[in-house]
């Protein structure tokens, strides 16, 4: 499918979401977009505010879920999924056993949006487990208050030069990039025992090369000061084979807003201006 209908299918899906995004006092927006061209599987844990914890999302699409303050959780993706009616299957990446709905962690690799809600939320992107898929978080609509609350991640897709001896292959093509600690299994690599602090664990050879393309995502499990990210009272926008500087949409209390602005519309024309402007020039990664 080429990048015109993309437009047109997301924009048709949005406008036939429910703002179910009017949310309570205390409560926070997440909007998730698949940017990638092909279906992914998100998952949520804990999911009770996010459709059970699993769901697919199709090229272009979009879903909108609300979280209470004091959720604390991840959101990855899964790939490569195959579940039947009943939602049992199996998936290249990501899995959480054989069910659609995710009730635990998934199966690394896989890149990691991690989040705690409070009156300060703290949310990052992790590779420490591995990569799959290329995840930006973005925050909107965020009151004063905050350490470098913007957007995070990692939107570059580290399949296509992943060494070797840490690359996923099925199909004969790279689905996925482990982490050292996965592969090698070393105290080094892994941060613990005589490594497990912050003095002892330092940047590594594989940590390093993910940290170089991937500057605002953690890289190893002690990659604190240029990772985490701290927003007061946000709605975020978790974006699959998105761009950090895209703009990205959600809808606060029936109002549109967009990253790089405090402004809100509710009008429709000018929601899908902004829409067409935050696609055209991001190309849809495979």
Known sequence: MDRAPRVILLIAFLLCISPGAKR???????????????????????????????FAL??????????????????????????????????????????????????PPATLAEFTLAAL??????????????????????QQGGKNCSAAGCDRDLRTDCPAELAVREGGRTVACRSACDVFDTDQYCCRGVFGNAATCQPTFYSKKFKDAC?????????????????????????????????????HNNRLICSGTSRSSSNISTWIVLLISSLIGSWLWV
């Open 24 to 54: 309570s006092e205390g409560a926070r927006i997440f909007t998730m977009i698949n940017y990638c061209k092909t279906t992914i599987w998100p998952a949520v844990t804990p999911g009770e505010n996010f459709g059970g914890g699993g």
């Open 58 to 107: 199709k090229a272009g699409q979009s879903i909108v879920f609300t979280a209470p303050v004091g959720w604390s959780g991840r959101i990855w993706a899964r790939t490569g999924c195959d579940f039947d009616s009943a939602g049992n299957g199996s998936c290249q990446t990501g899995a959480c056993g054989s069910s659609l709905k995710c009730g635990a962690s998934g199966k």
């Open 121 to 142: 939320d703290f949310y990052d992107v992790s590779l420490v487990d591995g990569f799959n898929l290329p995840v930006t978080v973005t925050p909107v609509n965020a």
């Open 215 to 251: 500057p605002t995502a953690y890289s190893y499990a002690y990659d604190d000061p240029s990772s985490i990210f701290t927003c007061a009272a946000a709605d975020y926008i978790i974006t699959f084979c998105g761009n950090r500087k895209q703009t990205v949409c959600t809808y």
